[in-house]
């Protein structure tokens, strides 16, 4: 494979060392920074990840955008075998080696990564922007399709509406409405964003799109990626 990537040194191969490593990595994530200011000049980068169960392989996409032009300027790729069994909770364990060797292959350092999947909004509150965030020292965001276990009143009808994303009392993200007429996407705090700030870009980033286009680009390109490896 072209793209082919190495898994990073002593890289968990148990559940039982990955939340270990959980454990040990939680407590790096820093929530107290409010990250880029929404509408200034930006390079945002998506992340997404496509399997092939049937070759056992993995293929991650990296694409930068300028985040006022939503102008690629940026992408990169890398194909590999699955490292990790499928663990609910754990899901960063296999996604964030190719993840991190198409980041590391961009032509451009971004200011602001986004992840398709979650930050706090995990059960452990450590999800797959949490954990790249700590790894990387990105700002990083989490904006999921689903609302994973968390409960949730649905949002007002209009673009930019929200409403809190609920484990308990705590607010560990929102629902927020990027188009009129369709389901929210949940966005969560990953690693030095605040939550409004999150939510801001996100909206920024879809203009025309339930999905941010971050995640539409490295959704296409990482499913290309995993066509052509192997």
Partial sequence: MSDAYDLPPDWPTTEMEARAVQDELRGRVVLDEPGPPPGGPLVVAGVDVAY?????LVAAAAVALDALTLEVVGEATATGRVSFPYVPG???FREIPAVLAALDRLPVTPGLVVCDGYGLAHPRRFGLASHLGVLTGLPTIGVAKNPFTFRHEPPGPHRGDASPLLDGE????RALRTQQGVKPVFVSVGHRVS??????HTLRLSPRYRIPETTRAADSLCRR???AGG
């Avoid at 092939?52 to 056992?56: A, F, M, N």
């Avoid at 705590?170 to 993200?173: H, Q």
């Avoid at 939550?195 to 801001?200: E, Q, S």
């Fill in 52 to 56: 092939d169960d049937g070759r056992d």
């Fill in 90 to 92: 754990l899901l960063a």
């Fill in 170 to 173: 705590e607010e560990v993200g």
């Fill in 195 to 200: 939550l409004d700030h999150a939510c801001a």
């Fill in 225 to 227: 990626a995993l066509l």
